[in-house]
C-alpha cells in the first residue's frame, strides 16, 4: 500500500514572498502519478497541479511548480509570490495508474496561511 | 466549464436512516470516484466506477454501496446510518483511463449531518 507524507500540518508566510511545501511517498512501483489539490475554506479539491513519475521535468502552472525527486519518493509545491486567496489547506496525493480507476491516497495536508 | 455536480448539497438524517447521494460527472468522463472527508480529515476513498462497472475499492463500509448508471452518473447509497458517518462525501470525475490524463476532478462535495 501506498502511503503519503506531509510532514508540515501548519505554515504561515506573507503575501508575495515564495512558500515552499513538502511531501514525501511511500511506493514500490515504477509507474504512477503524483498530484497537489487545494482545499480553500469553501471545501472544494481544486486540483493544482499534477506530475507523471516517468516524467523527469517538472511540472509547472503559472505561479506553481513541483521539485519532483523520483530517488528520493519527494513531490514539493512551491508557491511564487503568494497571495491572499492562496491559503488553503493543500493536499498531496499519489495515484497508481492500474489500467482501471484507481483511487488517490492523499497525505494529512497542510494548512498554507498567506499574511497580507 | 462544467463541472462535477453533486446532489444535494447538504443532507440531514437520523441514525439508523438511509441516504442517497447522486453525482453527474463531467460531460464526457466515464470514471467516477467517491472520497468520504470526516472533519481535519484528508480525504478518503472509498470506491470508483469504470464504464459502469466497479473498478476500485477503498475503505467503503459494508454498510454503503454504489453504482454507476449508463448515462455515467453515479450514486452512493447509505444505509443503517451512525453518526460516525457524518463527513463531507465528494465526488470526482476523470477522463478514460488510458489515454494519458488521469487527473480527478472534484464536485462541491454533499455535507451529511447524521443525528
Known amino acids: 500500500a501506498q502511503t503519503v507524507t506531509q510532514s508540515q500540518p501548519e505554515m504561515s508566510v506573507q503575501e508575495a514572498e515564495t512558500v515552499t511545501l513538502s511531501c514525501t511517498y511511500d511506493?514500490?512501483?515504477?509507474?504512477?502519478?503524483l498530484f497537489w489539490y487545494k482545499q480553500p475554506p469553501s471545501r472544494q479539491m481544486i486540483l493544482v497541479i499534477r506530475?507523471?513519475?516517468?516524467?523527469?521535468q517538472n511540472a509547472t502552472e503559472n505561479r506553481f511548480s513541483v521539485n519532483f525527486q523520483k530517488a528520493a519518493k519527494s513531490f514539493s509545491l512551491k508557491i511564487s509570490d503568494s497571495q491572499l486567496g492562496d491559503t488553503a489547506m493543500y493536499f498531496c496525493?499519489?495515484?497508481?495508474?492500474?489500467?482501471?480507476?484507481?483511487?488517490?491516497?492523499f497525505g494529512k495536508g497542510t494548512h498554507l496561511i498567506i499574511q497580507p | 466549464a462544467a463541472g462535477v455536480i453533486q446532489s444535494p448539497r447538504h443532507l440531514i438524517k437520523e441514525k439508523r436512516e438511509t441516504a442517497t447521494l447522486k453525482c453527474y460527472p463531467i460531460?464526457?468522463?466515464?470514471?467516477v470516484y467517491w472520497y468520504q472527508q470526516g472533519p481535519g480529515q484528508d480525504p478518503q476513498f472509498l470506491i470508483s466506477?469504470?464504464?459502469?462497472?466497479?473498478?476500485d475499492k477503498g475503505s467503503i463500509p459494508d454498510r454503503f454501496s454504489a453504482q454507476q448508471f449508463s448515462d455515467y452518473h453515479s450514486e452512493l447509497n447509505m444505509s443503517s446510518l451512525e453518526l460516525g458517518d457524518s463527513a463531507l462525501y465528494f465526488c470526482?470525475?476523470?477522463?478514460?483511463?488510458?489515454?494519458?490524463?488521469?487527473?480527478?476532478?472534484f464536485g462541491p462535495g454533499t455535507r451529511l449531518t447524521v443525528t
Open positions: 496525493a499519489f495515484m497508481k495508474p492500474g489500467g482501471g480507476a484507481d483511487g488517490l491516497t
Open positions: 466506477f469504470y464504464e459502469k462497472m466497479q473498478s
Open positions: 460531460p464526457r468522463h466515464d470514471t
Open positions: 506530475q507523471e513519475a516517468y516524467k523527469q
Open positions: 470526482a470525475s476523470s477522463p478514460r483511463p488510458g489515454q494519458g490524463r488521469y487527473e480527478q476532478y
Open positions: 511506493t514500490s512501483e515504477n509507474n504512477y502519478y
